[in-house]
């Protein structure tokens, strides 16, 4: 019997996915990828993938999703994603647009064509301002003399990275078996920055 496939994406651990959560129904087989980034290719995310594989096999009668930007950042991915669920005649329904991306027939309407394209557009132009935003940022930053980043071109030592103040206490707390959302807290930064020191650890063991 086929599904309705939710599928739920968060650009970090530490983002609030209740609103997604919120909106499922009984019955509704689940796809989740959390602390995946927008700008990820739909096809590369574990979540993403299983979905497509399910639609593949059949299971899945529709996919809804809360926005459409959960799809994804870049307009081109997006719409690639879309094309590939129509191939199989599954419609999309967007929970917080109000859209549906086929009719009962199976074709996509004038309407949902212009909304997705329109939606996918605004999603693309909401990350580059929201880069912007943060470029301007560091850029003060260096200015005001409160951000001193890399010098171009150089390279820092594992030596050197390891013996930051703030690379000991995590390590100190990984090693304590504490999590990463806790130790994004006592810290104070953000998860990929764990992942990071994480990689670079297993890498030289």
Same mark, same amino acid.
């Given at each position: 019997?086929?599904?309705?496939?939710?599928?739920?994406?968060?650009?970090?651990?530490?983002?609030?996915?209740?609103?997604?959560? !919120?909106?499922?129904? !009984?019955?509704?087989?689940?796809y989740k990828d959390e602390g995946v980034s927008g700008r990820t290719s739909f096809t590369d995310r574990a979540g993403g993938k299983k979905l497509l594989e399910d639609i593949?096999?059949?299971?899945?009668?529709?996919v809804v999703v809360l926005r459409i930007d959960r799809l994804g950042r870049n307009t081109t991915d997006i719409l690639n994603t879309i094309k590939l669920i129509h191939k199989?005649?599954?419609?999309?329904?967007?929970?917080?647009?109000?859209?549906?991306?086929?009719?009962?027939?199976?074709?996509?309407?004038?309407?949902?064509?212009?909304?997705?394209?329109?939606?996918?557009?605004?999603? %693309?132009?909401?990350?580059?301002?929201?880069?912007?935003?943060?470029?301007?940022?560091?850029?003060?930053?260096?200015?005001?003399?409160?951000?001193?980043?890399?010098?171009?071109?150089?390279?820092?030592?594992? !030596?050197?990275?390891?013996?930051?103040?703030?690379?000991?206490?995590?390590?100190?707390?990984?090693?304590?078996?504490?999590?990463?959302?806790?130790?994004?807290?006592?810290? %104070?930064?953000?998860?990929?920055?764990?992942?990071?020191?994480?990689?670079?650890?297993?890498?030289?063991?």
């Open positions: 019997m086929k599904q309705i496939g939710y599928y739920l994406r968060t650009s970090h651990y530490l983002q609030n996915i209740i609103t997604q959560v !919120d909106k499922i129904e !009984d019955g509704w087989r689940i593949q096999k059949g299971k899945i009668s529709q199989y005649q599954i419609p999309i329904r967007s929970i917080s647009e109000g859209i549906t991306t086929l009719d009962e027939n199976g074709r996509e309407t004038p309407m949902s064509n212009l909304l997705i394209n329109l939606l996918s557009s605004l999603s %693309e132009f909401q990350y580059h301002q929201t880069r912007e935003k943060t470029l301007e940022g560091i850029h003060r930053g260096k200015l005001d003399g409160r951000f001193s980043g890399r010098v171009p071109g150089s390279v820092e030592t594992l !030596d050197k990275f390891r013996n930051k103040h703030k690379v000991k206490k995590i390590i100190e707390l990984l090693g304590s078996g504490i999590g990463v959302r806790k130790i994004c807290r006592i810290v %104070e930064c953000s998860p990929n920055y764990i992942y990071k020191v994480k990689e670079k650890l297993e890498l030289n063991n």
